[in-house]
């Protein structure tokens, strides 16, 4: 199985800061790796999908890049709204597999 | 508006059976791949099983294989989980998920999510 690991597992940031959140698979995953953003007691929502294609109707300061084994997804003049869980998912092999998440507080 | 709701969770004893639903709506249901995800209260996401448009095709996490079985109806526009041999592990969130399939695997219709508790 592919295992996916994300850092940092939580960190702090205030509005206006540009973020950054990485995600390693075990092997290489060409660009098969979406990402989701999860608000407390809500379901998932898919942000970026093929490592960097933005989702419909995703705010463009969401942005995500990489391939093989490393991936990142950056959020740019970082807004309230955008204060939640992100995680990372491999789409090359079964099975699909998550990462562990990276939760964003307000600093 | 596309959407996806899921209904019979519950509370079942160790070594019981459930089976939850999905219901979707607002688009052409067997145009796409299903899946159901799961999340443990406070914890992280967990891919358990997808199926084909068709329901030719179905997959699994190892954790949940030979227990629960994925399958749907077209004809009524939803997707099912049938759980057998619940252990306390199973206690989760469950989520039914459309594959949007613009690339590979994407998860771009998720229901609200239903919670099954496993406990004695």
């Known amino acids: 199985d592919i295992q996916m690991a994300q850092s940092p597992s939580s960190l702090s940031a205030s509005v206006g800061d540009t973020v950054t959140i990485t995600c390693r698979a075990s092997?290489?995953?060409?660009?098969?790796l979406n990402w989701y953003q999860q608000k407390p007691g809500k379901a998932p929502k898919l942000l970026i999908y093929?490592?960097?294609s933005l989702q419909s109707g995703v705010p463009s300061r969401f942005s995500g890049s990489g391939s093989g084994t490393d991936f990142t997804l950056t959020i740019s003049s970082l807004q309230p709204e955008d204060f939640a869980t992100y995680y990372c998912q491999q789409s090359y092999s079964s099975p699909l597999t998550f990462g562990g998440g990276t939760n964003v507080e307000i600093k | 508006e596309e959407l996806l709701v899921e209904s019979g969770g519950g509370v079942v004893r160790p070594g019981g059976s459930l089976r939850l639903s999905c219901a979707a709506s607002?688009?052409?249901?067997?145009?796409?791949?299903m899946n159901w995800v799961r999340q443990v209260p406070g914890k992280g996401l967990e891919w358990v099983s997808s199926?084909?448009?068709?329901?030719?095709?179905?997959d699994y996490a190892h954790s949940v294989k030979g227990r629960f079985t994925i399958s749907r109806d077209n004809a009524k526009n939803s997707l099912y989980l049938q759980m057998n041999s619940l252990r306390v592990e199973d206690t989760a969130i469950y989520y039914c998920?459309?594959?949007?399939?613009?690339?590979?695997?994407?998860?771009?219709?998720w229901g609200q999510g239903n919670l099954v508790i496993v406990s004695s």
């Open positions: 607002g688009f052409t249901f067997d145009d796409y791949a």
């Open positions: 998920a459309r594959d949007n399939a613009a690339f590979a695997t994407e998860f771009d219709i």
């Open positions: 093929a490592a960097s």
């Open positions: 092997q290489t995953i060409s660009s098969y």
């Open positions: 199926i084909n448009w068709s329901g030719g095709s179905t």
